[in-house]
């Protein structure tokens, strides 16, 4: 028996209904602890990039070439975070939600156990490099699916509440932002940087180690989403590809802005030194108040969304996100300060990542039916980072640079905010098409 026929067999009952209570709130935590997981584990990586420039993509001090190399490694699990999406999230439509989550987070621990494990280059030679590249597609081919079962197990736990439980991934990922920050800022202030080399890199990492077991269980321990369809003999990907292109396109374009926002944050330290010429600390500045707010923020308006409506709420972010995008880059460019950093980057926090993103996954369940949930879900998903997020940043630092306008992010993010407006009004008839399960 194979590793997911096995994890199969562990997670799966016969067409299970669902218990509200203890159980309820378990599987909550679960799910949203192995998405913390997944952010936890991908920006860690970033945070050692030089470190990792110097142990594994060089035989001397690193050097422009090997942080080039490094920084590639960190890209790779982007490229294939489709792959995972289309495979993951087709076994979650398939054998459940709970089975898909179990087999993500088995993943997951593999590629970072890898990471946390894998001798340098100076004792294993050309191997080191090979093999933490390839624990990086683990853990890009484990993310891709992850968010769509996810996003599809929180979104199902209560139609009437579905926002606010699909929210709590971002809350989720705020809370990873912050611990690795802490524990990576941690590492270089306790140690030299001749320990770090050594080998004190690796605590954070067999940190992420050892939570990843504790999901696995805790995911073990957890219920079936009662919207789910206890129907395995049918193909996901081939019936989204016969009935469901329009809806992919659509999700694609709405999560767009959402992705361009997450890139645009993590791009603004590199902007504020590069262009705005802010010392270190005040260029962080931003990206430290605006991942604590992220924390926040979003359940907050993923409810308010359930309430009076997400998709109106999400079209009227969008819109006045769009609008302030260029005056609030040019008021920073005008007079560059870490306090107006701060004003601009918690802004764009309260906007998109907020008022708009929190309530991107709980669309995406409205407009998918709960057959082929998942897969669509997480296609759409890794679709539009691959597209819209991981390329913000290096086509910002292009466009800045080749045309000298400072204000070049805020005119890019209209433009995309633009085009998800655009998609999300063409979304709404498909809406509700689907009831109790079944394609209409």
């Known amino acids: ?11 799966s009952d016969t067409c299970p209904r669902q218990a509200f209570g203890h159980r309820q709130k378990r599987t909550i935590l679960a799910t949203t602890l192995g998405g913390a997981l997944e952010w936890y584990d991908m920006l860690l990586y970033g945070m050692f990039s030089v470190t990792f420039s110097r142990l594994f993509f060089s035989t001397g001090q690193g050097g422009p070439l090997a942080l080039a190399l490094s920084l590639g490694s960190f890209g790779v699990a982007f490229l294939v975070r489709p792959l ?50 390839l624990s990086r597609m683990t853990q890009g081919f484990a993310a891709g699916g992850e968010f769509g079962s996810a996003s ?26 912050t611990l690795a920050a802490s524990l990576a800022w ?28 504790f999901a696995i269980w805790l995911r073990l321990r957890g219920e079936e989403s009662e919207e789910f369809i206890c129907q395995e003999n049918h193909l996901p990907l081939t019936e989204i590809a016969r009935n469901d292109k329009k809806r992919i396109l659509l999700a694609i374009g ?37 991942g604590l707010l992220s924390i926040i923020v979003p359940p907050f308006f993923a409810s308010l969304g359930d309430k009076a409506g997400r ?76 597209l819209f997020g991981g390329f913000t940043p290096v086509l910002l630092s292009i466009l800045t640079r080749n045309s000298g306008l400072l204000s070049m992010p805020g005119l890019w993010l209209l433009a995309v905010a633009s085009m998800s407006v655009l998609c999300l009004c063409l979304a709404g008839p498909l809406i509700g098409e689907h009831r109790d399960g079944l394609i209409s």
Not at 1 to 11: D, E, F, T, V
Not at 259 to 284: I, K, W
Not at 322 to 338: H, M, R, V
Not at 354 to 378: E, H, K, M, T, W
């Open 84 to 133: 995972g999406a289309a495979w993951l999230g087709s076994w979650t439509d398939r054998h459940g939600r709970r089975s898909g989550l179990i087999l993500s987070s088995v993943l997951m621990t593999i590629g970072t156990g890898a990471v946390a494990l894998i001798p340098d280059s100076r004792t294993i030679g050309p191997l080191a490099p090979a093999l933490l590249v």
């Open 186 to 213: 941690c590492v270089h202030h306790f140690f030299t940087d001749s320990q770090i080399d050594a080998g004190a890199w690796r605590l954070p990492f067999l940190f992420g180690l050892l939570m990843g077991p």
């Open 311 to 386: 998709r109106i709420m999400m079209i009227v972010a969008a819109t006045i996100g769009g609008l302030i995008a260029w005056p609030l880059f040019a008021w920073l460019s005008a007079a560059p300060s870490a306090a107006r950093l701060i004003a601009v980057q918690s802004a764009f926090i309260f906007c998109i990542y907020g008022a708009y993103y929190a309530s991107v996954p709980a669309l995406l369940a409205d407009i998918f039916p709960p057959r082929n949930r998942a897969s669509s879900i997480a296609l759409s998903y890794a679709a539009s980072q691959l």
């Open 152 to 177: 599809a197990m929180l979104a199902e736990r209560d139609p009437a509440r579905r926002g606010f439980y699909a929210s709590l991934q971002w809350s989720a990922s705020g809370v990873s932002v």
């Open 1 to 11: 028996m194979g590793l997911p026929a096995a994890i199969s067999a562990l997670s």
């Open 254 to 290: 709405v999560v767009g802005l959402g992705a361009t926002g997450s890139g645009l944050n993590v791009y603004m330290p590199t902007y504020a030194r590069t262009f705005l010429h802010l010392s270190e600390t005040g260029s962080l500045s931003g990206t430290i108040g605006s």
